[in-house]
């Protein structure tokens, strides 16, 4: 069992940035694939950003490539979400996950925090 516990969300002006981030607890951290997804209001939770086990590769959705950045520090059991130059399409709530499986889908992911909420203001 992995238990999540996002935190880092808030409200921010468009061109702003925050970082989010997830608290793990429970075993092997360090063996799973972790991965952030969002769900806005009225849409499908989609995928966001992932990062391998081993920190080597990271992936993410075009929406975002080159403004959010994804990392993980395993002895912290944490995984991080850095969010730059946001836009109000952004605005959602932001889940992390734990899985071993396929990367941008949810159903590659075994564990998922409660969500945190991003507002972007513009």
């Known amino acids: 069992q992995v238990q999540l516990v996002e935190s880092g969300g808030g409200l921010v002006q468009a061109g702003g940035s925050l970082r989010l981030s997830c608290a793990a607890s429970?075993?092997?951290?360090?063996?799973?694939?972790m991965g952030w997804f969002r769900q806005a209001p009225g849409k499908e939770r989609e995928f966001v950003a992932a990062?391998?086990?081993?920190?080597?590769?990271?992936y993410y959705a075009d929406s975002v490539k080159g403004r959010f950045t994804i990392s993980r520090d395993n002895a912290k059991n944490t995984v991080y979400l850095r969010l730059n130059s946001l836009k109000p399409e952004d605005t959602a709530v932001y889940y992390c996950?734990?899985?071993?499986?396929?990367?941008?889908?949810?159903?590659?992911?075994?564990?998922w925090g409660q969500g945190t909420q991003v507002t972007v203001s513009s």
């Open positions: 990062i391998s086990w081993n920190l080597k590769t990271t």
């Open positions: 996950a734990a899985g071993r499986a396929v990367i941008t889908a949810e159903y590659g992911y075994d564990y």
């Open positions: 429970g075993r092997s951290f360090s063996s799973y694939r």
